[in-house]
C-alpha cells in the first residue's frame, strides 16, 4: 500500500507561481517513477510531467519552460514536488500526484489550482 499526500494547490493570479508537494509513504519498493497529472472540468485527466528513479523528466508541452519537477528522498518517505511558474488561466484544474511500479499504481486525492484574476 501506498499513501500520496498533496499540498500547495490554491487561487493564484496569471503569471504567478505555486510549488505543489507530495508526500508518498509506503511500500515503495521497486518504485518506478511520480509525476504530476491534472484534470480541468470536462477534459480527461493528462500528464503533466514525470520524473522517474534515475531522476530523467518528462514534460507536457504546455507546460515546458514554465513547471519543473523535482523529487527527495527522507527516511521512508519520498517527495515530489512541482514548481508552477508563469500561471495560466488554462492551468486551473485538480492537481494529483501519482506514484507507480511495475504492477502497482496510486494516486493522490488531488490539490486544486485556481489561476484567475
Known amino acids: 500500500q501506498v499513501h500520496l499526500v498533496e499540498s500547495g494547490g490554491g487561487l493564484v493570479q496569471p503569471g504567478g507561481s505555486l510549488r505543489l508537494s507530495c508526500a508518498a509513504s509506503?511500500?515503495?519498493?521497486?518504485?518506478?517513477?511520480m509525476g504530476w497529472y491534472r484534470q480541468a472540468p470536462g477534459k480527461e485527466r493528462e500528464l503533466v510531467g514525470d520524473?522517474?528513479?534515475?531522476?530523467?523528466?518528462?514534460?507536457a508541452d504546455s507546460v515546458k519552460g514554465r513547471f519543473t519537477i523535482s523529487r527527495t528522498n527522507a527516511m521512508n518517505t519520498v517527495y515530489l514536488y512541482l514548481q508552477m511558474n508563469s500561471l495560466k488561466p488554462e492551468d486551473t484544474a485538480v492537481y494529483y500526484c501519482?506514484?507507480?511500479?511495475?504492477?502497482?499504481?496510486?494516486w493522490g486525492q488531488g490539490t486544486q489550482v485556481t489561476v484567475s484574476s
Open positions: 520524473i522517474t528513479s534515475d531522476r530523467s523528466t518528462n514534460y
Open positions: 509506503g511500500s515503495l519498493f521497486n518504485l518506478y517513477a
Open positions: 501519482n506514484a507507480h511500479g511495475p504492477s502497482w499504481n496510486y
